[in-house]
C-alpha cells in the first residue's frame, strides 16, 4: 500500500528572487583574474550581480586596464528567463546570456564565462 506518493511540482518563475552575488572566477580563474579581453590582458578585480524584485538586475565590476587605471563598471539591465536560462537586456548596450543554479549565477559576457555565488 502507498501512502501519498505524489510527484512534487517545482514551482516556476519567471523571475530570480532578488538577491546579491559575488564575482568568484572569470574563464576559471578565481578573481582578481587575469583575463585576456579584445587581445588586451586586464585585471578583473572584483565583481557583484544583483537582481531587484521583478526583472531587473544590475552589475558592478572594478577592473584595471592597460596602463594600471582602476574602472570601475556600474551597468542596468532588464531579463527575462525560462527555466536556470536568463536573457538581459543591458541599457544602452546588446543582450548577454546566463545560467542561474541554486546559489550559482553563471554570465557569458563577451566570450568571457562570469561566475557568481550568492
Known amino acids: 500500500m502507498m501512502l501519498g506518493c505524489k510527484p512534487a511540482r517545482l514551482a516556476t518563475t519567471d523571475t530570480v528572487p532578488p538577491g546579491v ?8 580563474n578565481p578573481v582578481p583574474a587575469q583575463v585576456k579581453h579584445d587581445g588586451h590582458t586586464i585585471e578583473v578585480r572584483s565583481g557583484t550581480f544583483t537582481f531587484d524584485s521583478g526583472a531587473s538586475c544590475r552589475s ?11 574602472v570601475v563598471r556600474d551597468v ?29 549565477f553563471t554570465l557569458n559576457n563577451e566570450g568571457m564565462r562570469f561566475v557568481y555565488r550568492q
Open 21 to 28: 552575488y559575488t564575482l568568484v572566477s572569470v574563464d576559471g
Open 60 to 70: 558592478h565590476t572594478v577592473f584595471v586596464r592597460a596602463g594600471g587605471r582602476e
Open 76 to 104: 542596468e539591465a532588464t531579463y527575462t528567463r525560462s527555466g536556470n536560462q536568463l536573457k538581459m537586456k543591458w541599457k544602452g548596450a546588446g543582450t548577454t546570456e546566463g545560467t542561474i543554479e541554486g546559489s550559482i
